[in-house]
């Protein structure tokens, strides 16, 4: 492996320090920002409970991307929909 010390971060992802040049960038992405949230990181992130998000996507209120039987969010649809609510309500 190379030089790199582990920091880890509140919610359980870690994140590296002194990386060597472009490796950084590629681990941020993978585990400090997940391009795919399970449910209770979206309802961790909207501050709502599991039971709201899921009647959201059931509703087709909030998109989704299925694969196999799993059901997950884009983290770029899930700030799109933030967005589109925030302007809605001006």
């Not at 709201?52 to 700030?79: F, H, K, M, W």
């Amino acid at each position: 492996m190379n030089s790199l010390t582990r920091v880890h971060v509140g919610d359980g992802h870690q994140v590296a320090t002194e990386p060597q040049s472009g490796v950084r960038d590629q681990l941020e992405w993978s585990t400090a920002r997940p391009m795919l949230l399970r449910i209770p990181e979206v309802a961790e992130e909207l501050r709502l409970g599991r039971s709201s998000v899921y009647q959201l996507i059931q509703a087709g209120e909030l998109p989704v991307v299925r694969i196999g039987r799993a059901v997950r969010v884009s983290r770029a649809d899930l700030e799109a929909w933030v967005d589109e609510r925030r302007r809605e309500q001006r």
